[in-house]
């Protein structure tokens, strides 16, 4: 079984700060990828940031960076800049390389950024 | 990225009647699609996984006879919510993938309210 855990509900953060989001999983699969979405308010889905469990080097994607932290099975989000449009609901989730490859989400962190 | 487009975005219905969601891949062949469900401040939950020609695997507790999914081409799959009553208003999505070991693109979203 899967399991993603993101424990901050909420987070704030000034603009032109950065934070870091949370996110701990749970699997005794070798092979998985680690992914991060944002949800604003009208419901898409944008895909952020991908790790595999067999990269070696943190993924980043322009002010997105995920710290992969892999004996701790750890993949926090780190935004760099914070801007005012970046305010919405952040999403880890876990792919597993195996099955129908589903992906499993965590309950998500709202994030609200303020001037 | 690939473009998955979810039609209607949102559906009123009266309690009692069904309503069909479409998911359509739009320039790529989804091998794959995924329907998920979403509740208000709420996580993203798998439904069901749904491959092209074979019939779509539940996840445990998702009534197969209430959520119908049809998955008849590479292109379109559609969740269908029969004999809706208020407790399945939600927020439905999709995503779909070419292939495994590719990203899953997700779709707008239908928001379903039966009233």
Redesign the interface.
């Known amino acids: 079984a899967q399991k993603i855990t993101q424990t901050q509900p909420g987070m704030f953060v000034q603009e032109k700060e950065a934070v870091t989001l949370d996110c701990t999983y749970d699997t005794s699969d070798q092979s998985y990828g680690l992914f991060w979405y944002k949800q604003p308010s009208s419901g898409e889905m944008i895909f952020l940031i991908y790790q595999g469990s067999y990269d070696e080097q943190n993924a980043t994607e322009g002010r997105y960076s995920l710290n992969f932290q892999k004996a701790r099975k750890s993949a926090n989000l780190v935004i760099s800049a914070s801007q005012l449009g970046d305010s919405a609901m952040y999403f880890c989730a876990m792919r597993l390389n195996t099955g129908f490859q589903k992906l499993v989400f965590g309950t998500g962190t709202r994030l609200l950024v303020s001037p | ?1 690939a473009v998955v487009s979810q039609h209607p975005s949102r559906v009123i219905c009266k309690s009692g009647t069904s309503v069909k969601i479409e998911c359509r891949s739009l320039d790529f062949q989804a091998t ?1 699609m ?1 329907w998920y469900r ?1 509740f208000p401040k ?5 439904m069901a ?1 749904s491959n092209e020609g074979s019939k779509a ?1 539940y996840e445990q507790g998702v009534e197969k006879d209430k959520f119908l999914i049809n998955h008849a081409s590479l292109t379109l799959s559609t969740l269908t919510v029969t004999s809706a009553h208020p407790e399945d208003s939600s ?1 439905y ?1 999709c ?1 779909a993938r070419r292939t ?2 590719t ?4 779709g ?2 239908t ?1 379903l309210t039966v009233v």
């Open positions: 990225g794959t995924f979403q709420q996580s993203l939950m798998l996984t695997t927020f999505i995503s495994k070991n990203e899953a693109f997700f707008q979203g928001r």
